[in-house]
C-alpha cells in the first residue's frame, strides 16, 4: 500500500510539470490553432535562466527561491514575446504549415545555441529553496515534490482566472473565437497574441525550474523529452482546453510512473503512448475537448 | 553545355585539382611526425571523459616527444570530438583515417562509442586502442586492442566485493537498458553474484536520457534489499542515488567504473556515502611507475588525475612501445607488434594483451569517505 501511495505520488509530482508545459502548448493553439515547437526550448532557457540567477541569491531560502523562479519567468516571457514578434508575426494569414515548420526550426534554434552558448555539457542546477523529508509511515514526501504540485496548483488556478475573470482573458477568448470579429470589436490582435505568447512561456519557465530542482542535472536539451510528453499530455486533455491539459499531464505522468515501477520499465513511453492512441481512438477531440466540425 | 556534361566536367576538374593538391607519398624523414588519431567525448553528457582523455593523450604524447619521439620522429596528435553522440564517432574516425591518414586511432572511454568506430578500423586495418570494458569490443576484430580491464572481470570483483566485504544477501539491480556497457556489466555481476550464494531479488531498468527514478527505486525499495548495483555512467547514478537516499534506501550502492568523474560527486554529494565502485587507477597506488605519473600529472595540470588519463597515457605508452618493436609505421607489422606486447610498465600497472587483446591488470575497489573516493582494496586478476 505504502508503495502504491509513494508511486502515486511520484506520478503527480512528474505529472504536475507536464501539465504546466501542457498548458503552454494548449494556450497557443487556442489563440493561434498552431503547435508552438518551440515551447520546449523556452523550458530549457528558463532552467538556464534558473542555473545563473541561483548564483546570484543565497542558496535554500524560499525568498531567493522565489527571486530565481519569478526572474526566469520574467526573463521567458520577454522570449517568448521576441519568438513571436520576429518569427511568427511576419507568418500571421500564411498557410499554418508554414508557421509549424517555423517552430521547428526556432525549436532546433533554441536548442543548438543552447549548445553554443551554454555548452552541451551537464550543469548541476544549485538548491535554490530549503529541502526536507517528511515520513509518513513508509511514505516518503520530500519539500521537492510539494514544492512542484503546489507551485503548478497556484499557476493554474491564477492561470484559470486570468483567463475567465480579466479583460484580457475576454479579449483572449474573443481572439480564440473569431479573430476577425474581435478586431472588429476594438480588440489589438497582435497584443493579446503576444500576451499570449508571454504568459505561456512564463509557465514553461516555472517548469523549467520546477523540473531542474527535482533532476538538478541541467543540458540544452533537456527540454525534448518532457516538451514531447507536455505536447501528448495537451492533445490527450484536449487541445485548446485549459484544465483539460492539467488533467492530460496528471494522467501521462501517472501511468508512466507506474509503468516504470513495474516490470515493464523499459516499455513505459511505449505504453504511456499506447494509451493515448486508444484515448483518442475512442475521444478524438481528447478527455475533455469538444468535437468541432471544421468549417469549409 | 549538357547539365550531364557540366556535371562530368566538373568531376574531372575536381579530381585533377585533388591530384595536383595531395602529395605524393614522401619517404619518411626524421622531420615528418607520425601521425596519431584520436577521437573523444570533447564536449557533450561525458565530457569530462573525453577532457580527461585528452589530458592523458597529451601529457603522454609530450613525455614521448621529450624523449626523441619514436623511429627518431615525433609523435603528433589529430583529436576529433564526437559530442558525446552516438552516430559522430564513426564519422569522426572515418575522417582520421581517410584525411588525416593517421597510423593509429586511440578512444574511446565508452564501450557504446569505441563499438561504433570499432567495425570501421577493423575493416580499414587501422589499429585502435580502446578503453571501452565491454569484451565485444576486442571481437570485432584482431585490429581493435584496449586498456582497460574487461566487463566480466570487474563485475565478477564487485561481486565478490559485495559478499565478502559487505556481506550483501538480497541485492536489486538497476540498469542502463540503452548501454552496452552497463547491461553487459549488470549481467556479469549477477551471473557471479548468484553464484556466490547472492540472491537477486528486483531488476529494474532505465534509459540513458532519463532524469527520474523514483518509480523504480520505489519498487526497490518494497522489494526490500541489503544493498543495489547500478552498472550506469556517472550523469544519471549521481541522480540516482540522490533519489535512492531521498526514498529512504539506507543501504550500500555499487557500481563500475562508469562511476569515475569528479562530476557525480557535484551531483550528488554526501548522498554518496555507502557507495563503492571498482575504478582501472588509484591515486594512492604505490607503484614507482604510478608516483611517477602521479607527480608529473600534478605539475602539468595543478590537480590529481582521475581514471580515465592514466589509462589514456598508457594508450600512447603501448602504442609507442609497439612502434618501436615493430620498427616502422607499417600497420600489418604495428598491428602484429601490439598483439606480443609483454610485461610493459604503464602507469595503470603492468600491461601484458593477450589472445583477446585484452590487458591483465588488477581493479581498484573505492569507497566514499570524507568528501571524496579512496582506496578500499585491491584485488588482482
Keep these: 500500500m505504502s508503495e502504491f501511495l509513494q508511486q502515486l505520488l511520484n506520478g503527480v509530482s512528474l505529472g504536475a510539470i507536464y501539465a504546466l508545459i501542457a498548458l503552454g502548448y494548449t494556450m497557443v493553439y487556442g489563440v493561434l490553432r498552431f503547435i508552438n515547437f518551440a515551447h520546449s526550448g523556452v523550458f530549457m532557457v528558463g532552467a538556464f535562466a534558473g542555473y545563473y540567477l541561483g548564483k546570484l541569491v543565497p542558496e535554500g531560502t524560499i525568498a531567493g527561491g522565489l527571486v530565481v523562479l519569478l526572474g526566469a519567468m520574467v526573463a521567458c516571457a520577454a522570449l517568448g514575446m521576441t519568438i513571436e514578434r520576429l518569427a511568427y508575426r511576419p507568418l500571421r494569414g500564411a498557410p499554418t504549415l508554414n508557421v509549424l515548420i517555423t517552430a521547428i526550426g526556432v525549436s532546433l534554434f533554441l536548442e543548438y545555441t543552447g549548445q553554443l552558448v551554454f555548452g552541451a555539457t551537464p550543469r548541476t542546477f544549485p538548491q535554490i529553496f530549503p529541502t526536507a523529508h517528511f515520513h509518513l509511515g513508509g511514505l516518503v514526501i520530500s519539500s521537492n515534490q510539494l514544492m512542484v504540485i503546489g507551485v503548478s496548483f497556484v499557476l493554474m488556478v491564477l492561470l484559470q482566472l486570468i483567463v475567465f475573470r480579466t479583460r484580457i482573458g475576454t479579449a483572449m477568448r474573443a481572439v480564440a473565437l473569431n479573430p476577425n470579429a474581435a478586431r472588429l470589436v476594438g480588440v489589438n490582435n497582435d497584443a493579446v497574441i503576444s500576451f499570449t505568447f508571454g504568459l505561456g512561456s512564463a509557465l514553461a519557465a516555472a517548469g523549467g525550474i520546477l523540473y531542474a530542482i527535482n533532476y538538478p542535472s541541467i543540458d540544452p536539451l533537456m527540454g525534448v523529452m518532457p516538451g514531447l510528453k507536455a505536447f501528448v499530455a495537451a492533445i490527450l486533455g484536449g487541445i485548446g482546453n485549459i484544465p483539460g491539459a492539467a488533467l492530460g499531464g496528471l494522467l501521462l505522468g501517472t501511468v508512466e510512473t507506474f509503468v516504470a515501477g513495474s516490470q515493464f520499465s523499459t516499455y513505459k513511453d511505449a505504453i504511456a503512448f499506447g494509451i493515448l492512441i486508444v484515448i483518442l481512438l475512442f475521444r478524438p477531440a481528447g478527455l475533455l475537448g469538444k468535437f468541432v466540425v471544421e468549417k469549409v | ?381
Design chain 2, 1 to 381: 553545355m549538357s547539365l550531364r556534361s557540366s556535371f562530368f566536367g566538373l568531376c574531372a576538374a575536381l579530381l585533377a585539382v585533388g591530384t595536383v593538391l595531395v602529395p605524393p607519398a614522401r619517404a619518411a624523414d626524421s622531420r615528418t611526425p607520425v601521425r596519431i588519431g584520436a577521437y573523444a567525448s570533447l564536449t557533450g553528457s561525458e565530457a569530462t571523459w573525453g577532457q580527461s582523455y585528452e589530458r592523458g593523450v597529451r601529457l603522454a604524447i609530450e613525455d614521448v616527444n621529450a624523449a626523441g619521439g619514436v623511429l627518431g620522429r615525433p609523435l603528433e596528435l589529430v583529436i576529433e570530438d564526437n559530442r558525446s553522440k552516438s552516430g559522430d564517432s564513426s564519422t569522426v574516425v572515418r575522417k582520421l583515417i581517410v584525411r588525416d591518414k593517421v597510423v593509429a586511432v586511440l578512444g574511446e572511454v565508452s564501450s557504446g562509442r569505441s563499438l561504433e568506430a570499432a567495425p570501421i578500423c577493423q575493416q580499414m586495418r587501422v589499429p585502435m586502442i580502446s578503453n571501452g570494458s565491454n569484451p565485444k569490443v576486442t571481437e570485432v576484430g584482431d585490429y581493435i586492442f584496449r586498456v582497460a580491464y574487461i566487463d566480466p572481470f570487474q563485475g565478477a570483483v564487485m561481486a565478490r566485493f559485495a559478499r565478502e566485504h559487505l556481506k550483501v544477501g538480497r541485492i536489486a539491480v538497476l540498469t542502463d537498458a540503452t548501454n552496452a556497457y552497463a547491461v553487459g556489466l549488470g549481467r556479469f555481476f549477477k551471473e557471479r553474484f548468484i553464484a556466490d550464494g547472492g540472491v537477486v531479488a528486483l531488476e529494474q531498468r532505465y534509459s540513458s536520457s532519463e532524469r527520474d527514478f523514483k518509480a523504480q527505486l520505489t519498487a526497490i525499495r518494497a522489494a526490500g534489499v541489503d544493498a543495489l548495483f547500478v552498472p550506469g555512467y556517472y550523469t544519471e547514478v549521481g541522480l540516482i542515488v540522490s533519489q535512492a537516499r531521498e526514498l529512504g534506501f539506507t543501504g550500500p550502492v555499487l557500481g563500475g567504473d562508469g562511476w569515475a568523474s569528479p562530476q557525480l560527486i557535484e551531483l550528488a554529494g554526501n548522498n554518496l556515502k555507502d557507495t563503492y565502485y571498482c575504478d582501472n587507477f588509484s591515486v594512492e597506488s604505490e607503484e614507482p611507475e604510478t608516483r611517477r605519473f602521479i607527480a608529473r600529472f600534478r605539475a602539468r595540470y595543478q590537480e590529481d588525475p582521475d581514471s580515465i588519463a592514466p589509462l589514456a597515457y598508457d594508450a600512447v605508452g603501448l602504442l609507442a612501445d609497439a612502434l618501436r618493436r615493430a620498427g616502422t609505421t607499417d600497420r600489418v607489422k604495428l598491428r602484429s607488434a601490439l598483439a606480443a606486447t609483454s610485461g610493459l610498465a604503464g602507469v595503470s600497472g603492468t600491461i601484458t594483451i593477450d589472445a583477446q587483446r585484452n590487458p591483465q591488470k588488477p581493479a581498484y575497489i573505492v569507497g566514499f569517505k570524507d568528501g571524496r573516493y579512496r582506496l578500499v582494496t585491491t584485488i588482482a586478476p
